[in-house]
């Protein structure tokens, strides 16, 4: 049943992104394009995710756990390290850089362009790299 729901929410989340076109680099990229010609499309997918995530969250912190899944996990730490500082950076870089972040690459697998594919296959090491680098 988990599995059934992750893949279910896999495929609606690529839907999604698809839909709103966020799979598109050039449609990220006129987003964080402030001085040129800007796009403001993300914002409105962002406040789309919004308007369903924060009463998401409101229902599931009234519940004692969410179904058919263990308890809720909340995050413990809440302070601001370099570790988390440079994820962030990277992860900001490479997106300005490529367009994509992870979900969006994924999900623009399903295109067939190359773009995407050198995007995952660049992706994948980095993922693997950092698994390790955690678990040593």
């Given amino acids: 049943m988990n599995r059934a729901i992750v893949l279910l ?6 839907f999604g992104l698809d839909l709103s076109r966020m799979t598109d680099p050039g449609r990220v990229l006129g987003f964080l394009d402030v001085a040129g ?3 403001p499309t993300l914002l409105f997918v962002m406040a789309g995710a919004l308007a ?3 009463p998401g969250f409101a229902w599931l912190r009234r519940r004692a756990r ?4 263990s308890p809720l996990g909340k995050p413990e730490r809440r302070d601001l390290d370099a570790r ?3 994820g962030a950076a990277l992860f900001g870089i490479g997106w300005g850089m490529a367009g ?3 979900g969006p ?6 295109h067939g362009a190359p773009d ?3 995007f995952v296959a660049g992706m994948v090491p980095g993922m693997l790299a950092f698994a390790r680098a955690r678990s040593e």
Wanted: hydrophobic letters at 55%; glycine letters at 12%.
């Fill in 66 to 69: 969410p179904r058919p899944a």
């Fill in 116 to 118: 995407p594919v050198w």
């Fill in 37 to 39: 010609a800007w796009d």
């Fill in 9 to 14: 929410s896999g495929a609606l989340f690529g």
């Fill in 84 to 86: 988390l500082l440079g």
């Fill in 52 to 54: 369903v995530t924060v």
């Fill in 105 to 110: 690459g994924i999900a623009a697998l399903a």
């Fill in 100 to 102: 994509y972040c992870p």
